[in-house]
């Protein structure tokens, strides 16, 4: 289980819309925010990526990059990003490698059925790729705004 201070698992994904990669180690001297959700086109996981999307310039105003990644592909990810004119990137974590090295693959049960999803996680990770503070078990609501304020305080 990852803590606050731990070095930031490093990881390269492909993000939705260009075609390129990213890197996280790439990334190093910025802030970055990485928002782990279960599903596109979701309810909780829209008013999210909404909320991100709307905040995007306030977050590059505090130095940060924002991220979200959930396993969907990224033909999923192009649709829910024309659907919702999400300006937030998505990366694809296809096979499921980096939700697991931060710990949001999770059994979960719903409706007395248990699988496996994804908890809806966001990691704020400082310049120097130490993991700054982590959400765990998100509530949408209210959400962006506190990661926000975090990352303003770095």
Not at 95 to 122: A, P, V
């Amino acid at each position: 289980m990852l803590n606050p201070s731990d070095p930031a698992p490093d990881f390269t994904l492909p993000l939705a819309q260009d075609g390129g990669d990213i890197s996280l180690s790439d990334l190093r001297g910025k802030a970055i925010v990485l928002f782990f959700y279960p599903r596109d086109n979701t309810p909780g996981c829209t008013k999210e990526s909404i909320g991100f999307s709307n905040q995007l310039q306030a977050f590059a105003d505090a130095g940060a990059l924002v991220y979200g990644i959930s396993r969907d592909s990224l033909k999923k990810h192009d649709n829910f990003i024309a659907k919702h004119e999400l300006t937030t990137p998505l990366l694809s974590d296809a096979g499921g490698t980096t939700c697991e090295d931060y710990g949001t693959w999770k059994e979960k049960t719903l409706y007395g059925k248990k699988h496996w999803g994804i908890e809806r996680s966001t990691f704020l990770i400082d310049a120097e790729g130490r993991i700054a503070k982590i959400w765990r078990k998100v509530k949408v609501d209210g959400h962006v705004e506190e990661v926000l304020a975090a990352t303003q305080a770095l």
